[in-house]
């Protein structure tokens, strides 16, 4: 055991696989950054168009599952462990969102569910799945689940209180108004 190693590590992992479990720091965050933006920019695209937002969704699922999936073997890895069992649990963990997104898009075609809907509940399932997949193998994978659901509820938010906020913005460009020409006026007289 050399001086860096912490009492009753395994000496068969080597000091490579170790640091490969570590927080690989910038590289992560940046890829919690680009999932959480690939998230709401699939709530527009699926606005636009349902069709486009159901193989928008598709391809996200992959693509979360593979950074998951990527942390997941590294600290498996990094302990000496087997691939088997985590790669067998990242894949259904996955898969389970591929049926719900299915599932989701269903209930569209069979006109259960609004096209426009379709997009914050599959990112809302997104969000869960993400946050559940941060769970069990690294707390900033949650943290995209929370935000990828703090987006969901700014949308809800937004579309819920946007006719209060254009109404105020409007009184208030009207009022800018008023007092700008009552304060031209005065300057006339």
Known sequence: MSDGEAP???????????????????RIEFLIVGL?????????????????????????????????GTVSWARVRARGETLTGPVRRQALHWLGLLAAVGLIYLLTEAGRMADTAAGPVALLCLALTTFLAGVHTDWRIS??????????????LVEYFAWILLSLAAAAALLAVWVWRRSAGAKAQ
């Open 8 to 26: 009753g590590a395994n000496p068969a992992v080597s000091g490579a696989a170790r640091r490969a479990g570590a927080s690989p720091g910038r």
């Open 36 to 68: 959480v933006i690939l998230g709401a920019l699939g709530v527009g695209v699926t606005n636009y168009s349902p069709l486009w937002g159901f193989r928008y969704w598709v391809a996200m699922v992959p693509v979360f599952g593979a950074v998951c």
């Open 143 to 156: 943290l995209v689940g929370g935000l990828l659901g703090g987006v969901v509820l700014a949308l809800a």
